[in-house]
């Protein structure tokens, strides 16, 4: 099963304004990464957010991990068209188990102009 | 160019045919991953591969074999294709704990 679930499914927001999605797992990690993916397109490294930290900020994007409750959050502020995309959150080991990375079934992100 | 590139990028194919997955990378990284993707949900390992030495199976590689060639080079094979391997495919290779990820194949099963 999988390791990440996301919430929402699918969310469609007017450009400007600010997209969150959830993510919540199951086991303990090592870290947490966001990743993006254009319609049939490989994925694109967002963000990585390491089981110690509780935040952080790359420009219009922030991530919190709140590893009590097991999820994380991305947020997506001032949102524009080109945003629209499917969002995935993966779960990380550590280097030494393989990077093996376990993803959730992502956010459908649609921004309208 | 592409750091990582994948061949074909669309097949269609019948049902008991031998089908293989090309993978390159320029990227110099020793871990590479093939991943399946279906419709509407995340990504699914299939094996990964430390280095030219070491593979390991994922959570569903039955069905699937691969080869590392080189560095650069890891394949997936479909043995004998059935269609619910119908999906899309993803090679990646890792740096650290961030995954780069190629284009993806679009694979179709008869």
């Keep these: 099963s999988q390791q990440g679930e996301e919430d929402p499914q699918a969310l469609s927001i007017q450009e400007g304004e600010n997209a969150t999605m959830n993510c919540s797992y199951k086991t303990s990690i090592n870290n947490l990464q966001w990743y993006r993916q254009n319609s049939g397109r490989g994925l694109v490294h967002l963000i990585l957010i390491r089981s110690n930290e509780r935040e952080k900020h790359s420009g219009r994007l922030r991530v919190t991990l709140d590893t009590s409750k097991k999820s994380s959050s991305l947020l997506i502020t001032a949102s524009r068209a080109a945003d629209t995309a499917s969002y995935f959150c993966a779960t990380g080991g550590a280097v030494v188990s393989g990077s093996r990375l376990t993803f959730g079934e992502g956010t459908q992100l649609t921004v309208n102009p | ?110």
Aim: with cysteine; hydrophobic share 30%.
């Design chain 2, 1 to 110: 160019d592409a750091d990582v590139t994948q061949t074909p990028r669309n097949r269609i194919t019948k049902t008991g045919k031998r089908i293989m997955l090309e993978c390159s990378q320029t990227k110099g990284h020793d871990r590479m991953y093939w991943y399946r993707q279906d419709p509407g949900l995340g990504l699914r390992l299939i094996y990964y591969s430390f280095d030219v030495k070491d593979i390991n199976k994922g959570e569903i590689s039955d069905g699937y074999s691969v080869s590392r060639q080189a560095q650069a080079k890891f394949s997936l094979s479909l043995e004998s294709a059935i269609p619910n391997q119908t999906a899309l495919y993803f090679c990646a290779t890792a740096w650290g704990n961030e995954q780069f990820f190629g284009p993806g194949t679009r694979l179709t099963v008869l």
